[in-house]
């Protein structure tokens, strides 16, 4: 996975995350004639099954001895398939199941907004043990509708993405008003902590060919972006001082890759 | 070596020993451009690195096979007139040091002739011949970010020295000058310049010097020092040629 971008773990935080939405600023990257661009094809094993992304690498000069470097990564499969990926059981015991049941995701140019039903399920248990045979009938079951938003920064050379808030709905009338508000609190602890928590472990870390890799970029910015019509997106922003030592490396690429006859 | 063990100490000061500059050599198959001709010939490049944002460049040619092409280019049958007939054979083109020694023949008749006649159908009976030695000494200047041989000494000697007309003695002499510079003119137009392969055309080397050097037994080479300032917009250039060489994935 030399060239993964994203453990699968790390993806599934991903796309919960980009569910969540942030809104990040993103400017429009004009493709410049005296620039450098180059798309990477990579694809991310999850839950078995191989899925293709893409990422975008623009540079270009930015001032006398610096180039800019942003990296765009083209989520849109990973959004198409977010329900399936990321519909998951947040928690269960013998008296209570919450999962979280996604339906769609998209993006609202820098914002990314995730939606779907948390789901409760109370049993008629005397036990909080974890297994579930002692478990008996459904007792009361609720659902919320709830629409998450996230937002993305930048550490190292790093995305690191964020759920910042959640919106819930009532979705049925059954149960009282404290069960009501214990739920609505519930949602936001385990999609909000606990998915975060998650996030923080999986940062978004974007490996570039050893060629621009050797050049040391430094990122300073990024977040989430819309591509085409809702599609999501995300990007790293950073730039790279360049030397003759810059100048030196390529050439010696150019020796190790036979563009150039080398000599001792 | 004492230099080793004192650094792998710590004890260097780096005023002290001047820290070996990085640098990286490659070599270059390119061309000598003449009026009618192109000339092969190779050429190894040292870059180093001489500061924050300045490559140092360094180039040797090997010249030897401009150097054998240059008896035939030099050998000239110009001056045919009714007066006079001579012919300039160049035999031997040697390196020395920083200079160039060129050496041949010439033999110089004169005719007689008719007014203003040019035709050198209509000339007489040739009233005078001689045959002389030519020496030239050249040496590389750098005009225009590339090298030109300039002939800088001509030496004329006549085979046998002739007391019976020293008008006609001058008149051979001022047309074997004549003849030397013509070949000296066609030396000049060869401009030795830096060329780069493909992948480096877009830096932009600006030279400070060169010259051209013996490389061994009087063989001609030349070399040409200067710099490359390093810009963004070469570094993108780089990748540029990287990517159309297939080393970096192609744009989408």
Known sequence: MRYGFFSSSCLRALVLALFGLLPLLVRAHP??????RAQLSRSVAVRGAPLPYSAIVDVTPRGPTRLGIRILLDLRYLQRNAPGLLSTVLDETCNHKYAIAVADAGASGPSVTLRGQFQAKFFTCNTSDPKVHYRGPLALGQNL?????????????????????LDTDLAGLIGDIADLTGLDDKAHELVLTRGNEVLSRHPICPELPPELAGLDPRFFGGGTTELGKGG????????????????????????????????? | ??????????????????????????SVNSTLKTETNEIPYSAQITLSDAGASRVGFH?????????????EMLSLDL??????HLELGMEQVRARNDALDLSGRISAALYECEGLRTDPATRGAAIYQ??????????????????????DQVALTPDRPTAIDLDLEQEVLERARALAGAAAEILSRVPICPDFPPELRA????????????????HLGAYLEGHIDVSPSAIVALLNALQHRGVLPPRP
């Open chain 2, 203 to 218: 830096l932009d080397a600006k030279l400070q010097k060169g010259g051209t050097e013996d490389i061994g037994s009087g």
């Open chain 1, 145 to 165: 509708n709830v629409a998450a938003s996230a937002a993305a920064v930048v550490r190292g050379r790093c995305l690191h993405l964020r759920m910042t808030g």
């Open chain 2, 59 to 71: 180039s040797r040619a090997d010249l030897r096979q401009f150097q054998a092409v240059l008896p």
């Open chain 1, 232 to 264: 999501v997106g995300a990007y790293l922003d950073g730039s790279i001082d360049v030397s003759a030592a810059t100048l030196l490396d390529l050439v010696e690429v150019m020796i190790e890759r036979d563009l150039l006859e080398g000599i001792e």
């Open chain 1, 31 to 36: 493709a410049q004639a005296d620039g450098f």
């Open chain 2, 1 to 26: 070596m004492l230099l080793p063990l004192a650094r792998a100490l710590g004890l260097v000061c780096l005023c002290a020993a001047p820290a070996a500059a990085r640098d990286v050599s490659f």
């Open chain 2, 79 to 84: 001056n045919q007139t009714c007066r006079a």
């Open chain 2, 130 to 151: 001689q045959g002389l030695t030519l020496e030239l000494t050249a040496a590389a200047v750098l005009e225009d970010q590339c090298l030109f041989i300039r002939v």
